[in-house]
């Protein structure tokens, strides 16, 4: 019997160092090769420094081209079983190509996290408002969803996305499934290997600053809670790390505040293993963050807002606090940094998250019989979907001839 083969095609090459996005999609392709498929990672992004060295794990990397007809070439050639796309652009790009050359095989959407869903939080801060059904309902919005319709199945990060996409957008829940970061259990093994309170010290700030949330929770740690929480414990400094830092975040660096910006950190997990509490004091986003679960695996519990915790604890309680004033969230982050027991009491409550939560070994056996059984009855599953099947029609209709006259112009360039 023939390998089963996977071709993932992504919008950048995955960096699992430098993003909760390229961690994700490294899970996803080494659960993959654990199934025993043949797997590719194609894209028509540039090579960066930080990039995983796909090829010494087994995965072939390719370079794709778009609004090029040389990509339908390449997915005869390898003729995969199933594609994954990375993030609902990529769908918009190749989705077309993939349904006209190969229509049997199983095309699943990696959402990340719901991009329309982010960008009408970031707008609604912006304009200091609630995010109201006009933000909600946007071009972007419209465009995710079409891809999600188009796609035999979509990945959910996050039990609110799950929710939002139900209750207020009427997306079939056949075409969702909620697949978390896929984690190992904590043991106690590696609990017992865990610097002690005594043994850490100060506050930490980690994450992508390509990512806006990210630097929009620096900027706001500066201006709005560091004072706070310096001023009751003077000699406290927060360490500052994130890949992509750019010149506005790095000229908050000051010593005699004790906020001190590094910039890209080696290991986020060894950062974080030393520090005493992690601070991410975030205003809008979506899906879920991996600083988070990142923290929770070394044990370091975190004080955050009720977006930062979004879809994460579900029914337990956070590892560490969650408050949205900065008052609050300053007597909070002085109360844990202080109160050993407190301290002791949030890391377990991180580590019951990532166990009832965070499963890999559960999340991977559910996905595997999800893929299955959508496999063993694809024809159905599509006949059920004829939303999805009107979407792809004006897709090939539309994208598909757009893409060919820019195949076209840009044949006929000198």
Wanted: glycine share 6%; with cysteine; charged share 25%.
């Amino acid at each position: 019997m023939s390998q089963r083969k996977l071709l993932v095609i992504g919008y950048v090459w995955p960096e699992p160092g430098s993003s909760a996005a390229g961690a994700r999609m490294m899970q996803l392709l080494e659960f993959f090769l654990a199934e025993g498929f043949s797997v590719t990672f194609a894209t028509t992004a540039k090579k960066t420094d930080f990039m995983a060295d796909l090829p010494t794990l087994g995965i072939a990397a390719e370079k794709i081209e778009l609004n090029n007809a040389s990509f339908d070439v390449f997915l005869k050639k390898i003729s995969p079983e199933i594609v994954i796309f990375d993030r609902f652009m990529i769908e918009e790009q190749f989705g077309w190509r993939v349904a006209e050359v190969i229509p049997e095989a199983l095309r699943i959407l990696d959402t990340e996290d719901l991009h329309f869903y982010r960008k009408a939080r970031q707008e609604a801060v912006k304009l200091g408002a609630e995010v109201a059904l006009p933000l909600l309902f946007s071009d972007t919005a419209k465009r995710e969803i079409a891809s999600i319709y188009r796609c035999d199945l979509s990945l959910i990060i996050s039990e609110a996305e799950m929710q939002l996409l139900q209750s207020t957008f009427k997306v079939p829940e056949e075409l969702l499934f909620y697949l978390p970061f896929m984690l190992p259990t904590p043991s106690e093994a590696e609990n017992g290997d865990l610097p002690a309170f005594n043994s850490r010290k100060d506050f930490i700030s980690i994450g992508n600053f390509l990512h806006e949330p990210n630097k929009d929770a620096v900027l706001r740690l500066k201006r709005e809670f560091w004072p706070l929480i310096r001023e009751k414990i003077k000699d406290a400094k927060i360490h500052i790390y994130g890949a992509y830092i750019p010149q506005q975040i790095l000229q908050l660096h000051n010593e005699r505040e004790g906020f001190l910006v590094h910039g890209r950190a080696e290991s986020a997990k060894r950062e974080l293993k030393k520090a005493k509490i992690l601070l991410a004091p975030l205003q809008f986003g979506a899906g879920i963050k991996g600083k988070f679960t990142d923290a929770m695996q070394v044990g370091t519990p975190s004080v955050t807002t009720r977006l930062g915790a979004e879809g994460m604890a579900l029914d337990l309680p956070w590892s560490g606090s969650v408050e949205d004033d900065p008052q609050k969230f300053a007597d909070a982050a002085i109360k844990l940094y202080s109160e050993e027991k407190l301290w002791l009491e949030a890391q377990q409550n991180g580590f019951r998250i990532l166990r009832e939560h965070f499963s890999e070994a559960v999340h991977k056996e559910k996905f595997r019989r999800k893929i299955q059984q959508i496999q063993e009855k694809l024809e159905v599953h599509r006949l059920a979907n004829f939303t999805g099947q009107m979407l792809q029609h004006h897709s090939l209709s539309s994208t598909k001839y757009l893409s060919k006259y820019i195949e076209a112009k840009n044949k006929d360039r000198p």
